[in-house]
């Protein structure tokens, strides 16, 4: 498969995905969809029940041949069942063409449907479907009645934006922005989790749970969805998500941020971070900055050795970062006290160091007179739930790199 085809393959998916979304949320409330059932997408809304088969052809031009087999795998379908003439779901094509639409003639009419739709050959054998399953005349008529074509869908662009939207009206205190930048690819997160599910019952969803599901506090990007959006797009979600106040300045709050650097420890550049998240996160000092206006963020990295530990805080102090490691002199045991206490005019320092994971839990408790934010930015594995404090508000954030939270700042 070329880099081309490959491209068309994946928006295919993905316009099949945002296709699912918007017919769940048209939906009424009680509504459920299946997806990859018999079909693409089966939605389950009692009178507006349907069997869609949905396809995205953007380079290409509009041909009968182009759903004759959706068509007549769809005929296969109904006759299976026993031609029900009280059949609910009705069958729907749903496509959208680079041109030639106007080839298809709306309402089909019987002839047009058996000529163009339901006759192909094969091996120089001509076939009629219609003729070698038995179908009747009046069968072949209640088939026609239930079966759908809309050649004009929207483009890939048009069909986010109406999808945007309707995030924006179904979510409460949702805006457009939020939908974009949140909701939509929590939303198809949830659907393409659905998509790869082996079993078809675990592929369903009702269109209540899809929405509690989407409107979750925490998301977990899988490296698909990175992949998709790109990790300029995650780092200003996250930034949005975490870190946009309402304020001119930062509010105050005691931010600690553990920070997984296994595999990646690179002394200056990551003296470099820590030396912007301390300028980024810490207050703004002014002439007269009161006392309980001054904070600095906590930091504590995972998976450095001691020795690496040491080599990060002799380049922050060659570059004059001033921090407090909780260490009161040399040799001396680590104390929190000191370490939870704000910076001063005489030393103003930027980062906290906390020495260890055992050491997260007495750093928050030694902690008062702030909000306490716990961001756990991990690639693999969280910080073990033993170790994490109840005393502030934890947020695992996923992170392909050690020097994510780099890309939030700057995003």
């Given at each position: 498969?070329?880099?081309?085809?490959?491209?068309?393959?994946?928006?295919?998916?993905?316009?099949?995905?945002?296709?699912?979304?918007?017919?769940?949320?048209?939906?009424?409330?009680?509504?459920?969809?299946?997806?990859?059932?018999?079909?693409?997408?089966?939605?389950?809304?009692?009178?507006?029940?349907e069997l869609m088969q949905c396809k995205y052809y953007e380079g290409t031009e509009y041909n009968h041949s182009v759903i004759k087999e959706a068509v007549i795998l769809m005929l296969r379908h109904f006759h299976a069942h026993g031609c029900p003439t009280d059949q609910i779901?009705?069958?729907?094509?749903?496509?959208?063409?680079?041109?030639?639409?106007?080839?298809?003639?709306?309402?089909?009419?019987?002839?047009?449907?058996?000529?163009?739709?339901?006759?192909?050959?094969?091996?120089?054998?001509?076939?009629?479907?219609?003729?070698?399953?038995?179908i009747t005349a009046a069968q072949l008529v209640a088939f026609r009645d239930l079966l759908d074509i809309d050649v004009n869908a929207p483009s890939y662009e048009e069909q986010q934006k109406k999808l945007v939207n309707l995030l924006a009206s179904e979510?409460?205190?949702?805006?457009?922005?939020?939908?974009?930048?949140?909701?939509?690819?929590?939303?198809?997160?949830?659907?393409?989790?659905?998509?790869?599910?082996?079993?078809?019952?675990?592929?369903?969803?009702?269109?209540?749970?899809?929405?509690?599901?989407?409107?979750?506090?925490?998301?977990?990007?899988?490296?698909?969805?990175?992949?998709?959006?790109?990790?300029?797009?995650?780092?200003?979600?996250?930034?949005?998500?975490?870190?946009?106040?309402?304020?001119?300045?930062?509010?105050?709050?005691?931010?600690?941020?553990?920070?997984?650097?296994?595999?990646?420890?690179?002394?200056?550049?990551?003296?470099?971070?820590?030396?912007?998240?301390?300028?980024?996160?810490?207050?703004?000092?002014?002439?007269?900055?009161?006392?309980?206006?001054?904070?600095?963020?906590?930091?504590?990295?995972?998976?450095?050795?001691?020795?690496?530990?040491?080599?990060?805080?002799?380049?922050?102090?060659?570059?004059?970062?001033?921090?407090?490691?909780?260490?009161?002199?040399?040799?001396?045991?680590?104390?929190?006290?000191?370490?939870?206490?704000?910076?001063?005019?005489?030393?103003?320092?930027?980062?906290?160091?906390?020495?260890?994971?055992?050491?997260?839990?007495?750093?928050?408790?030694?902690?008062?007179?702030?909000?306490?934010?716990?961001?756990?930015?991990?690639?693999?594995?969280?910080?073990?739930?033993?170790?994490?404090?109840?005393?502030?508000?934890?947020?695992?954030?996923?992170?392909?790199?050690?020097?994510?939270?780099?890309?939030?700042?700057?995003?």
């Amino acid at each position: 498969m070329t880099d081309r085809s490959a491209t068309a393959t994946i928006k295919g998916y993905f316009y099949q995905f945002d296709q699912t979304i918007v017919r769940l949320l048209e939906a009424s409330k009680h509504a459920a969809v299946t997806v990859e059932g018999i079909e693409d997408i089966d939605l389950d809304d009692g009178d507006d029940s349907e069997l869609m088969q949905c396809k995205y052809y953007e380079g290409t031009e509009y041909n009968h041949s182009v759903i004759k087999e959706a068509v007549i795998l769809m005929l296969r379908h109904f006759h299976a069942h026993g031609c029900p003439t009280d059949q609910i779901h009705r069958y729907r094509l749903y496509g959208h063409y680079k041109g030639g639409q106007s080839k298809l003639v709306l309402p089909l009419t019987e002839e047009f449907l058996k000529e163009n739709f339901l006759t192909f050959a094969k091996e120089k054998v001509q076939h009629k479907v219609h003729e070698e399953l038995k179908i009747t005349a009046a069968q072949l008529v209640a088939f026609r009645d239930l079966l759908d074509i809309d050649v004009n869908a929207p483009s890939y662009e048009e069909q986010q934006k109406k999808l945007v939207n309707l995030l924006a009206s179904e979510i409460s205190g949702c805006s457009t922005v939020d939908a974009e930048i949140f909701y939509y690819p929590s939303a198809i997160n949830v659907i393409q989790g659905l998509a790869v599910e082996a079993e078809e019952a675990k592929r369903r969803i009702t269109r209540e749970r899809f929405l509690k599901e989407i409107d979750r506090k925490e998301v977990v990007f899988s490296s698909w969805l990175q992949q998709k959006f790109g990790a300029d797009y995650y780092a200003k979600l996250i930034r949005r998500k975490h870190f946009k106040f309402n304020t001119t300045k930062m509010p105050k709050a005691s931010r600690i941020f553990v920070i997984d650097m296994q595999g990646e420890f690179d002394v200056l550049k990551t003296a470099k971070m820590l030396a912007n998240l301390g300028e980024f996160f810490s207050h703004k000092e002014l002439a007269r900055t009161p006392p309980q206006d001054r904070f600095s963020p906590y930091v504590l990295l995972r998976g450095i050795a001691p020795s690496e530990l040491i080599d990060l805080k002799a380049s922050l102090w060659k570059k004059g970062v001033k921090f407090n490691d909780g260490y009161p002199f040399h040799g001396a045991e680590f104390s929190a006290a000191l370490l939870a206490s704000d910076p001063v005019k005489e030393n103003l320092w930027r980062i906290k160091f906390i020495p260890a994971e055992d050491q997260l839990a007495p750093a928050v408790t030694a902690i008062t007179g702030s909000f306490i934010e716990i961001y756990d930015l991990y690639k693999t594995t969280q910080l073990e739930d033993a170790l994490v404090p109840k005393g502030g508000a934890f947020h695992p954030i996923k992170c392909s790199s050690s020097y994510f939270i780099q890309e939030v700042m700057q995003a």
